[in-house]
């Protein structure tokens, strides 16, 4: 398998893709360009490296392999003929959504490239986020499944035998679950608010033929706290994972479980979130030579937003440097 083992102690990286900020929801969307916009701001006041990354060159067959071309197709003439919508009312369409969703594939699958060279951890900053996207149907806020992609482009480019998806945002991450829940080459794992949108996620959901036992849901009910949060990490997720033996940990970084959330119901402290950064990056260190890749989904308090993902990232430079 192609790369190096990342040499601890080297900063995160930010990738992003300018097109990213043109997908513009009418007015009172939760999901807006200002989210990643601060983000990005944040991350560079912080002395982060942010890169704008160009186009991917293997964007469109990543996502092929993926989503039905006729999905991609559709999607593509709804944009062309000005249609306000695509699928739900969840899903806006403006001039610049098709861009956008190109550019998150793009910025997801060249992080994935970096993380294989041997780059470190490195989080997509991405929008418009990708977890509930179905191989035909967008949901959620979501168009293409920017987590997805970069796991099957590590299979199918890079030769990963195994590759783990870990989902901590409030909303479970059906699309995903469901691109990959009869392949045993791709863990789902994912903690998050049950019952709550999208309606899966269940403990029960494990998987069916030869992916049976390849999707772990900890499922939590509204107003779990960091405790809980903890709790489940430990005695479910962590274990699978281990279990697993991935060559690369994928993350779906959202942020929604903080407490002030306006779209989440979870107690989440801004401490118990930056501070799985460390646990991501020492996991990562044990299983995966420190292949770790994150992939921005949700989060929508636009004024904590920013300090959540700068101070995780801190956290993940701060747990993959070699101890003392």
Same mark, same amino acid.
């Given at each position: 398998? /192609?790369g190096?083992?990342?040499h601890?102690g080297?900063?995160?990286?930010?990738?992003?893709?300018?097109?990213?900020?043109?997908?513009?929801?009418p #007015?009172?969307y939760?999901?807006r360009?200002?989210?990643?916009?601060? *983000?990005?701001? /944040?991350?560079?006041?912080?002395?982060? =490296?942010?890169e @704008?990354v160009a186009?991917?060159?293997a964007?469109?067959?990543?996502v !092929?392999?993926?989503?039905?071309a006729?999905?991609?197709e559709r999607?593509?003439?709804?944009?062309?003929?000005?249609?306000g919508?695509?699928?739900s009312?969840?899903?806006p369409?403006?001039?610049?959504?098709w861009p956008? &969703?190109?550019?998150?594939?793009?910025?997801?699958l060249t992080a994935?490239?970096?993380?294989?060279?041997?780059?470190?951890p490195t989080?997509? %900053?991405?929008r418009?986020p990708?977890h509930? $996207?179905e191989?035909?149907?967008?949901?959620?806020?979501?168009? +293409?499944?920017?987590a997805?992609? /970069?796991?099957?482009?590590?299979?199918?480019?890079h030769?990963? !035998?195994?590759?783990a998806?870990?989902? +901590?945002?409030?909303?479970?991450?059906?699309?995903?679950?469901?691109l +990959? =829940?009869?392949?045993?080459?791709?863990?789902?794992?994912s903690i998050?608010?049950f #019952?709550?949108?999208?309606?899966?996620?269940?403990?029960g959901?494990?998987g069916w033929?030869?992916g049976e036992?390849a999707?772990?849901?900890?499922?939590l009910?509204?107003? $779990?706290?960091?405790? &809980?949060?903890q709790g489940a990490? =430990?005695?479910? *997720?962590?274990p %699978?994972?281990e279990r697993?033996a991935?060559?690369v940990l994928v993350?779906?970084?959202?942020?929604?479980?903080?407490? @002030?959330d306006?779209l989440g119901?979870?107690?989440?402290?801004?401490?118990? *979130? /930056?501070?799985?950064g460390?646990?991501l990056?020492?996991?990562?260190?044990?299983?995966?030579?420190?292949r770790?890749l994150l992939t921005l989904?949700?989060?929508?308090?636009? @004024?904590?937003?920013?300090?959540l993902?700068?101070?995780?990232?801190?956290? *993940?430079? $701060?747990?993959a440097?070699p101890?003392?």
């Amino acid at each position: 398998m /192609a790369g190096r083992r990342y040499h601890p102690g080297a900063m995160v990286r930010v990738l992003t893709h300018p097109a990213c900020l043109e997908h513009r929801p009418p #007015p009172g969307y939760p999901e807006r360009p200002e989210r990643l916009a601060g *983000i990005l701001r /944040a991350a560079r006041a912080a002395g982060l =490296e942010v890169e @704008e990354v160009a186009d991917h060159p293997a964007a469109r067959g990543a996502v !092929e392999a993926v989503h039905d071309a006729a999905y991609v197709e559709r999607f593509r003439r709804a944009v062309e003929r000005g249609d306000g919508l695509l699928d739900s009312a969840d899903n806006p369409l403006s001039a610049g959504t098709w861009p956008a &969703a190109w550019g998150a594939v793009s910025a997801a699958l060249t992080a994935a490239d970096r993380v294989m060279r041997g780059d470190g951890p490195t989080l997509a %900053a991405v929008r418009p986020p990708g977890h509930h $996207a179905e191989r035909a149907t967008a949901m959620g806020f979501c168009y +293409f499944n920017n987590a997805a992609v /970069a796991a099957q482009h590590l299979l199918d480019t890079h030769g990963c !035998e195994r590759v783990a998806i870990y989902d +901590f945002d409030v909303h479970h991450g059906n699309g995903t679950q469901h691109l +990959f =829940e009869d392949r045993p080459d791709v863990l789902y794992a994912s903690i998050h608010q049950f #019952p709550y949108y999208p309606g899966t996620g269940a403990e029960g959901e494990r998987g069916w033929g030869d992916g049976e036992g390849a999707t772990v849901n900890a499922p939590l009910p509204a107003g $779990a706290g960091d405790d &809980a949060w903890q709790g489940a990490w =430990e005695r479910v *997720i962590e274990p %699978a994972l281990e279990r697993f033996a991935p060559r690369v940990l994928v993350v779906s970084a959202g942020y929604d479980a903080w407490r @002030e959330d306006p779209l989440g119901g979870m107690r989440l402290s801004h401490q118990a *979130i /930056a501070g799985w950064g460390r646990q991501l990056a020492a996991l990562a260190g044990r299983l995966c030579a420190g292949r770790l890749l994150l992939t921005l989904e949700g989060g929508y308090d636009l @004024e904590a937003l920013p300090g959540l993902v700068v101070d995780q990232l801190r956290a *993940i430079a $701060a747990g993959a440097e070699p101890p003392a």
